[in-house]
């Protein structure tokens, strides 16, 4: 089995900011929708009572009291694709609007909402329309794709890290009786260990992928930690394992998989869940420990669903991991 270097043990994927709130998503408002803003959206007599309005449909279920909160386009800003990440963005926005919030007035015809202790700027601005104040989804829109953009494709590189460690510490020791070898499965069959995570009771030693895990499991994911399901998005991200490496790798083509077994390297790809919604960026990892990246456009899912080995050639580049 060859030798490669090691990556830092699960890198922490808790650096999500109140910031991007419960907004996941963005769309271009056009001019049609923009005609129907009296209709549709609601108008407020001051921004403090906009700001209140917000907070009680950020409450409710669906997205029907939001999408009349903030106007226009907005039904794009609630939904990214991730359910669970959606969910999370909300009860964040929710506890840190509880905590603390004022309005910050820039000049006599918009306000910024500040939310939580730290007072971080939620990303949409209240404007006035005559005597009336309404949410500016549309000036908006650019930060907030910009901010989830960015968050989503870090942890995905992160995890892309976290499987490198977790492969390395599985291949450190013969997990079988089969001799040494890396792992084909996210998750073990019940009973065995052979997946990079299985249940360990207190005082045991925990799994490769234990930490990672047990860290998805306490944000909501649920259902892609209890069954290889690569379909689940994690974090706006849909992830695949590699079967073999071609040619533009470092150590030349070869496959990983030998007589049943993953000896010869491994390989992990990731895709956005929702192209330009949910991350733009797709990524490739393999034993050598180099995250790379790039733009594969609206077709990044697919193309990675279909993808069976690691070959960073044309088009990739090393992505910046931080």
């Known amino acids: 089995m060859p ?4 990556c830092s043990r699960y890198p922490s994927l808790i650096f999500f900011t109140v910031t ?3 907004l996941i998503g963005v769309g271009t408002i056009s001019s049609s929708q923009a005609e129907d803003r009296a209709i549709r959206q609601m108008m407020f007599a001051s921004p403090d009572e906009a700001a209140a309005a917000l907070f009680r449909a950020a409450q409710s279920s669906g997205t029907d009291a939001l999408e009349r909160v903030l ?3 907005s039904e794009q800003l609630i939904s990214s694709g991730d359910q669970i ?10 506890k840190a609007y509880a905590k603390s919030h004022r309005l910050r007035k820039d000049d006599p015809i918009r306000s910024v909402l500040l939310i939580g202790e730290e007072e971080y700027p939620f990303p949409i601005p209240l404007v006035a329309e005559g005597v009336t104040w309404r949410f500016d989804s549309e000036a908006g829109a650019d930060e907030i794709l910009n901010r989830r953009i960015g968050e ?11 499987y490198v460690a977790a492969q390395m510490e599985y291949a450190s020791q013969d ?3 089969n001799g040494l070898q890396y792992a084909r499965r996210f998750l073990s069959t019940p009973g065995n260990k052979d997946g990079l995570f299985w249940p360990t009771q ?7 992928m234990g930490p990672l895990v047990a860290e998805a499991r306490a944000e909501g994911y649920r259902r892609g930690t209890e069954q290889n399901d690569a379909s689940v998005p994690y974090h706006g991200y849909v992830f695949k394992m590699l079967d073999g490496q071609g040619s533009a790798a470092k150590s030349g083509a070869r496959d990983f998989v030998v007589n049943g077994r993953m000896i010869g390297g491994f390989g992990l790809a990731a895709a956005p869940a929702e192209y330009g919604n949910s991350g733009i960026m797709s990524f490739i990892v393999n034993q050598d420990g180099t995250v790379y990246e790039q733009d594969l456009g609206p077709e990044s899912r697919m193309l990675v669903a279909e993808m069976k080995e690691y070959d960073p050639g044309e088009g990739w580049h090393a992505a910046d991991v931080d």
């Open 3 to 6: 030798i490669h270097r090691s």
């Open 20 to 22: 991007t709130c419960f």
């Open 71 to 73: 106007g226009p386009g």
């Open 85 to 94: 990440y959606d969910e999370a963005m909300r009860e964040k926005f929710l």
């Open 152 to 162: 989503n494709e870090h942890a995905a590189m992160r995890v892309m890290l976290a």
């Open 175 to 177: 997990r079988d009786g």
């Open 202 to 208: 207190e005082g045991e030693v925990t799994s490769p």
